[in-house]
């Protein structure tokens, strides 16, 4: 995508966001000429307004107070660079969180039914293979039939091949042929898509911990990672789904998908925040290209950005 793509997208994704907290935003850095409690009081609920949850808040104005402290910063206006400057630190992630495009990798993809998992792996798929990676997709969604149909479809479209099983085989039992295949075929990264039904928990540790075993047990060369696709439009909810896999499992990233609809952008600061799990990639979209590189930089700018700028 051309430079300045993500940005424009992630602006126009972001706008249900940008609604209700840079106009808000806006006015108390401009209406404001005190650094008063008042003030404080009213950014902090413009923050948890947007999404980006109370703790998170908390901690970002602790930063903000002691900031201003300081720097004896006596201008509102002057703060929303501390704020934004705050922001953008505690969201840049660098290049080591893509490693396991560089190496020989298993990327297992967890997250509820609907979320954006297989979506996601079709267009992973499709960038990895642009960069003449030699990619393999396990269907461990065996749950339902449709759920291997639709990851063949993507495997189709990026140009990948599949190793799936018939409709509720065991999900271990498809990632142990798949880790078979890709070491056979000398693979550079298996992406292995999942079931997600988290109303029972047991079931879906137990499965995760079935399917890491086998990786690990058959595989302990590759590199891993577990990407956990959140949908961007559920908010809080996604804050809560996150959490609760990272109590059946070890995540490595965070894939926030539907940036493009009427997304609450704030809900990114909010997890990489509060679980200390970085968000590696947006949807920006259904098809294919859809899919970004988490930019720290441009992520902020778009939150922030305002039509005078
Ligand atoms: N607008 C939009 N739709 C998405 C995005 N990612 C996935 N979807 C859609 O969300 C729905 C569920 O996706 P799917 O990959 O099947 O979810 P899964 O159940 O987690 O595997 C599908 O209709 C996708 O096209 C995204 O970034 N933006
Ligand atoms: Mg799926």
């Known amino acids: 995508m051309a430079e300045g793509g993500f940005f424009k997208r992630l602006l126009a994704g972001l706008t ?7 106009k808000n935003m806006d006015y108390i850095f401009r209406g404001f000429t005190n650094i008063d409690d008042e003030f404080y009081e009213e950014l902090e609920e413009i923050l948890i307004m947007g999404d980006i949850g109370v703790t998170t808040t908390e901690n970002i104005l602790e930063d903000l107070k002691r900031k201003v402290k300081e720097q004896k910063i006596k201008e509102p206006a002057e703060c929303k660079e501390l704020l934004i400057e705050s922001i953008r630190q505690q969201m840049d992630i660098g290049e080591a969180a893509y490693e396991f495009e ?9 997250g509820v039914n609907g979320v954006g998992k297989t979506t996601t792996i079709g267009k992973l798929a499709a960038k990895l293979r642009a960069q003449n990676k030699k990619v393999l997709l396990a269907a461990a969604d065996t749950f339902r039939a449709a759920a291997g149909q639709q990851l063949k479809e993507w495997a189709n479209r990026s140009q990948v091949d599949m190793i799936g099983g018939q409709e509720g085989s065991d999900p271990a039992s498809v990632v142990y042929d798949a880790v078979s295949a890709a070491k056979a075929r000398g693979c550079d990264v298996l992406l292995i898509d999942t079931a997600g039904r988290l109303h029972n928990k047991k079931n879906l540790m137990e499965e995760l911990r079935k399917i890491n075993n086998i990786v690990d047990r058959e595989f302990p060369e590759a590199y891993r990672e577990t990407l956990v ?5 559920t908010g809080q909810n996604a804050l809560n789904q996150a959490k609760e896999f990272s109590e059946v499992t070890d995540l490595s990233g965070i894939v926030l998908t539907k940036l493009d609809g009427t997304a609450k952008g704030g809900i990114a600061v909010a997890i990489q925040a509060e679980l200390g799990i970085p968000v590696k990639y947006i949807g920006v979209g259904e098809s294919i290209e859809d899919l970004e590189k988490f930019n720290a930089e441009e992520f902020v700018n778009a939150l922030f950005y305002t039509e005078e700028q």
């Not at 249900?16 to 840079?22: A, E, G, I, L, Y």
């Not at 560089?102 to 967890?110: A, D, G, H, Q, Y």
């Not at 696709?229 to 439009?233: A, H």
């Open 16 to 22: 249900k966001t940008r609604d209700n907290f840079v």
């Open 102 to 110: 560089n190496r020989t990798s298993v990327v297992l993809v967890v």
């Open 229 to 233: 696709v959140l949908d961007g439009t």
